[in-house]
């Protein structure tokens, strides 16, 4: 199993950036789809963004698009999630993830191979 390991977390205000760091152990990491995941208090652990294994395709939910970019390096086997013009609402725990299988564009909740431990993002008003 990959071993993902999350940075970059922290306590910010509301319209300030964030940017969180997962690295992966994997040696294939290349080949594999990244998501991106949040879960607050009280609520289900939901899509963020996530990126393809190759071409750089991205795909963002909603309440993110526009605000947030997740973009990956191979050579360190890291991706990132930049957070800008974050909100009180973006406040959770947010986990990197792996996609199941190799050579995929998209990693939703049901087709996730491995999660990391989660890094706390809170944002105050």
């Known amino acids: 199993q990959v071993q993902l390991v999350e940075s970059g977390g922290g306590l910010v205000q509301a319209g300030d950036s964030l940017r969180l760091s997962c690295a992966a152990s994997?040696?294939?990491?290349?080949?594999?789809?990244m998501g991106w995941f949040r879960q607050a208090p009280g609520k289900e652990r939901e899509f963020v963004a996530c990126?393809?294994?190759?071409?750089?395709?991205?795909y963002y939910a909603g309440s993110v698009k526009g605000r947030f970019t997740i973009s990956r390096d191979n050579a360190k086997k890291t991706v990132y999630l930049q957070m800008n013009s974050l909100k009180p609402e973006d406040t959770a725990v947010y986990y990197c993830a792996t996609a199941r299988g190799p050579y995929t564009d998209y990693v939703g909740a049901s087709g996730v191979g491995s999660w990391g431990q989660g890094t706390q993002v809170t944002v105050s008003s």
């Open positions: 990126i393809s294994w190759s071409r750089g395709r991205t």
């Open positions: 994997s040696s294939t990491f290349s080949t594999y789809a």
